[in-house]
T-cell receptor
Framework: DARVTQTPRHKVTEMGQEVTMRCQPI?????VFWYRQTMMQGLELLAY????????DSGMPKDRFSAEMPDATLATLKIQPSEPRDSAVYFC????????????FGPGTRLTVT | GQQVMQIPQYQHVQEGEDFTTYCNSS?????IQWYKQRPGGHPVFLIQ?????EVKKQKRLTFQFGEAKKNSSLHITATQTTDVGTYFC?????????????FGKGTLLTVNP
């Protein structure tokens, strides 16, 4: 059945390095979300796109994070430079973009920055 | 901005006991959604409630939406070890932000066999 896929599933990197996370939304879904989950903050919305256009990235630290959708089958989240406080699980989710719709989450990328 | 609060933060029960988690929004919601996240997993959609006072059931799970559409609850009857996980409620943003969801912090349920 259709699933959101994310790569990599795990990433360990050193502070200062660039990190790129990728997401393939479910085919036909036109809304894509990036979330960050930590024990302290819970599930935070970083950014989301509708029809590949960024609608809201107010949850994202602008100086180091960037999110893009180069095409309808790929969303990317980049951190440059990474910091230890970025350690978290990053989830991508997609939906059909109609009001009152549910979101389908990918398996997440567990990022550890040392 | 919109806030969604959930209580309790944690709940530990003996297998067979009932469990309830509550969700409260600072604003009236057009709908409320519930998700479950198993340990080490990702949130999975459970159900959506739309109408004021709506009650929906999924086997041992009962979901309610308040009359004022600002609160909701999830009740599990006779918990099983397979119910372990974090249960989140989520409400859509208002106006032009209704494509995004605001998630509560979740209630972590652990079940002692």
């Amino acid at each position: 059945d259709a699933r959101v896929t994310q790569t990599p599933r795990h990433k360990v990197t050193e502070m200062g390095q660039e990190v790129t996370m990728r997401c393939q939304p479910i085919l036909g879904h036109n809304t894509v979300f990036w979330y960050r989950q930590t024990m302290m903050q819970g599930l935070e919305l970083l950014a989301y796109f509708r029809n590949r256009a960024p609608l809201d990235d107010s949850g994202m630290p602008k100086d180091r994070f960037s999110a893009e959708m180069p095409d309808a089958t790929l969303a990317t989240l980049k951190i440059q430079p990474s910091e230890p406080r970025d350690s978290a699980v990053y989830f991508c989710a997609s939906g059909q973009g109609t009001p009152n719709y549910e979101q389908y989450f990918g398996p997440g990328t567990r990022l550890t920055v040392t | 901005g919109q806030q969604v609060m959930q209580i309790p933060q944690y709940q530990h029960v003996q297998e067979g006991e009932d469990f309830t988690t509550y969700c409260n929004s600072s604003t009236t919601l057009s709908n409320i959604q519930w998700y479950k996240q198993r340990p080490g997993g990702h949130p999975v959609f459970l159900i959506q409630l739309v109408k004021s006072g709506e009650v929906k059931k999924q086997k041992r799970l009962t979901f309610q939406f308040g009359e004022a559409k600002k609160n909701s609850s999830l009740h599990i009857t006779a918990t099983q070890t397979t119910d372990v996980g974090t249960y989140f409620c989520a409400g859509p943003g208002s106006g032009g932000s209704n494509y995004k969801l605001t998630f509560g912090k979740g209630t972590l349920l652990t079940v002692n066999p």
